[in-house]
């Protein structure tokens, strides 16, 4: 994102939050013959790549899928690498020769997409909080998603803990008939720290993947998982990890 619109940013309200934000998001699908079609969401970064949770690609099984934009134009994507252990997924737009035809293909949907060109850095992007920016308890954060396919939706929440292990999560939702390892299908370390997330509601998968901003527009979470209590998302420290390919 342009250095002007985020000091902009910081004098604007949640309207104009949104209106800065939501092109940086995409709708993620994915496509599984035998499996239907699973929803989630990813953020551009300054590389041109598109940052989301890992799970949403069905355990990797997937190479490619398809991203929607605000402008409900469709990107045909490859995924670049991903971090198992913390699931984290970077996906890489697939660019076209110009000597090489656009293949098109019928989803199960039945929508007709076509592979798209992408310029190597968006013309609107997010941008990482900064490696000293500590997340506190109470911090007030903004989220722009999926849930239950309802498109680039924007919820507002708190940080409710800065960071929990695994382990304990598993231990606290045991009472409500939960099974982590399901729910994940095991894309997740048991030694993994997490930030937990109160005030959203009860999202579907669309929320997989979200970016969590704070009020100046700089992203400090990935969300993963959600349960009727609490949501919980990889840490900024995992996720500049991450991008930089140092795991």
């Given amino acids: 994102m342009p250095l002007r619109c985020l000091r902009r940013l910081r004098s604007r ?56 934009d605000y402008n409900e134009s469709d ?11 913390k699931n ?3 996906l890489k737009v697939k660019k076209i020769k110009k000597n090489q035809k656009q293949k098109s293909f019928i989803t199960s949907r039945g929508w007709l997409l076509r592979k798209a060109v992408a310029k190597p850095r968006p013309k609107y992007y997010a ?10 308890q109470g911090l007030g954060i903004y989220v722009i998603g999926n849930p ?7 919820l507002r929440g708190y940080v409710s803990r800065s960071s929990v292990g695994v382990a304990e999560i598993v ?20 030694d ?6 109160g005030g959203l509601p009860q999202g579907g998968s669309g929320l997989s993947g979200s970016p969590i901003f704070t009020k100046e527009g700089e992203i400090i979470g990935i969300l993963i998982v959600g349960w009727p209590c609490f949501h919980y998302a990889v840490p900024l420290a995992t996720i500049r990890q991450f991008v930089r390919g140092q795991f």
């Fill in 13 to 68: 309200k949640n309207v104009d939050f949104y209106r800065y934000m939501r092109p940086t998001i995409v709708k993620i699908y994915c496509f599984q013959p035998d499996d239907g079609c699973s929803v989630g969401t990813g953020v551009r970064l300054s590389s041109g790549k598109i940052l989301s949770c890992m799970h949403i690609l069905k355990g990797r099984m997937l190479d490619y899928c398809v991203c929607e």
């Fill in 75 to 85: 990107t045909y994507c490859k995924v670049d690498y991903t971090w198992k252990d």
């Fill in 88 to 90: 984290l997924s970077l």
């Fill in 127 to 136: 941008k990482l909080a900064s490696r000293d920016y500590k997340i506190r």
């Fill in 148 to 154: 239950h396919s309802y498109s680039f939706s924007i």
């Fill in 171 to 190: 231990a606290a939702i045991k009472d409500l008939g939960v099974d982590f390892d399901s729910e994940l299908d095991g894309l997740l370390h048991k």
């Fill in 192 to 197: 993994t720290e997490l930030i937990q997330i």
